[in-house]
């Protein structure tokens, strides 16, 4: 499948799985629950999602943009004036053609992949991923290069072997961070209590990666 068919599946998914496990079920991110997570997918595509093409346009180049967390909970706030079968209903319409933009396409495949992600782990179920995940892996890295120990060099490779992104100079004190591509996304995103991925390199690095929880 391509990259979009896959980021209208993952979201349809996503929008099933809320429906199913209804407006007060623990989404797995923060306090949110089920309701929040759809009103914060919902305020995110507001007016074609042109905000969100911004700021995730600026992530794609390794620029950290940090929404405020109150600037995101007033967003959630405003949705809610809307009940949960509205936003649903909201989320099932087409993704907004912005969002489907080659340069942002691999970000927004990772929000709704991991948002669905966190959704399923909170309430016992399976999520697999589709082959297109591994794409959203290069830019996350850059986007958390900053908030990696000062120097760091690593290359990340899925695991078969193929590297897929790597920062700092690559040389034989690079540490290497090997996984599935799912895997590799979840650490990429803070969510190293479920991301099974094998730190390689000189110990005193691969100590300090260890302290890595970029959350996002």
Not at 40 to 53: C, D, K, N
Not at 56 to 71: D, E, Q, T
Not at 137 to 165: E, F, N
Request: net charge positive; hydrophobic share 45%; glycine share 8%.
């Amino acid at each position: 499948m391509t990259l979009a068919g896959d980021i209208e599946a993952e979201r349809a998914a996503l929008t099933t799985s809320l429906s199913a496990v209804g407006a007060s079920a623990h989404a797995g991110c923060g306090w949110w629950t089920a309701r929040d997570l759809a009103a914060h997918l919902a305020a995110e595509e507001r007016l074609g999602g042109v905000s969100t093409f911004i700021a995730r346009s600026l992530v794609a180049r390794g620029i950290a943009v940090p929404a405020p967390p109150r600037l995101v909970e007033f967003a959630i706030r405003r949705e809610h004036r809307y009940g949960f079968t509205e936003l649903i209903d909201r989320l099932r319409r087409p993704v907004p053609r912005l969002l489907l933009r080659s340069p942002v396409a691999p970000l927004t495949l990772f929000e709704y992949w991991t948002h669905h992600d966190d959704l399923a782990a909170a309430n016992g179920a399976d999520h697999p991923a589709p082959a297109t995940l591994r794409r959203a892996i290069a830019p996350l890295l850059r986007y958390q290069h900053t908030k990696l120990p000062a120097g760091a060099a690593m290359r990340v490779s899925t695991d078969d072997g193929h590297v897929v992104s790597s920062v700092g100079p690559q040389t034989d004190q690079a540490v290497q961070v090997q996984g599935t591509p799912a895997n590799l996304v979840r650490w990429l995103a803070g969510r190293q209590t479920r991301a099974d991925v094998e730190l390689t390199g000189p110990a005193a690095l691969v100590q300090e990666l260890r302290t890595f929880t970029g959350n996002i």
